[in-house]
């Protein structure tokens, strides 16, 4: 990931912004969270690949199977 999209703050928002419009607000929430604490670049976007999947095409999409904070299916 290079240039501005590759940027962790910048793919922080975006992820965030996702998670928000479909509707998952806390893990929004969570995801900052660990994602500012995690102190590392690969951490940070190893953390948000937890709650999105990345896309060149088209962006981040929220992962399938996720209920409060927890991965299922």
Not at 40 to 60: H, L, N, Q, R, T
């Amino acid at each position: 990931m290079l240039g501005a999209r590759g940027d962790v703050y910048n793919l922080l928002c975006i992820t965030n912004r996702t998670l928000r419009h479909a509707g998952q607000q806390e893990q929004a929430e969570e995801m900052w969270r660990r994602v500012l604490d995690s102190g590392d670049y690969y951490k940070a976007v190893s953390i948000m690949g937890e709650y999105v999947e990345f896309d060149e095409a088209s962006g981040p999409v929220p992962r399938v199977g996720w209920l409060g904070g927890v991965p299922h299916g």
